[in-house]
Structures are given as C-alpha cells and as structure tokens.
C-alpha cells in the first residue's frame, strides 16, 4: 500500500469514513475522542487506517480540531 503524503493524509481524515465498529460509516474526524482513546490504548489498526486515527487522536489530544475546518468546508 503506498504511503499518504502530508496533504493526503489530513484531507483523509475528514473524507474517510471508518469501515467498522461501533462507529462505522462516520468520519474519521468526527470519531469521539474516548474511542480514540480506546484504540490509543488497545493499539491502533495496521496500515493507513491507523495511521489516520493516531493522527486523530493527536489533534483532538491537543485540541487542535480547528486545524481540519478549512478542509471539512472544502
């Protein structure tokens, strides 16, 4: 699988929707932050759908959400 660049990476977070789970079919962006815990704790799935939720629940752990705005608006 190849590897997302930087710009890919952010914009995946607001345009990929998780593929399973209790909140399957929601944005990535919009997952609540105690079931990215949750993952942070059990560990993060392999490949790029980890990858994003890491990402994700290191901006919502630094309350950076408001960095995704311009690109949920596009």
């Known amino acids: 699988m190849q590897e997302l660049n930087p710009?890919?990476?952010?914009?995946?977070?607001?345009?990929m929707k998780m593929p399973y789970g209790k909140y399957?079919?929601?944005y990535l962006c919009d997952l609540p932050e105690y079931y990215l815990i949750w993952y942070?704790?059990?560990g993060f799935p392999?490949?790029?759908?980890?990858s994003l939720m890491a990402t994700m629940?290191?901006?919502?752990?630094?309350g950076l959400e408001?960095?995704?705005?311009?690109?949920k608006n596009k």
Do not use: A
Not at 7 to 15: A, E, G, K
Not at 46 to 50: V, W
Not at 57 to 62: D, F, P
Not at 66 to 71: E, K
């Open 40 to 42: 942070h704790r059990k």
């Open 7 to 15: 710009q890919q990476h952010f914009t995946s977070l607001v345009t």
């Open 57 to 62: 629940y290191e901006i919502k752990l630094n």
């Open 46 to 50: 392999d490949g790029t759908l980890g």
């Open 24 to 26: 399957k079919g929601r």
């Open 66 to 71: 408001y960095l995704l705005t311009p690109l």
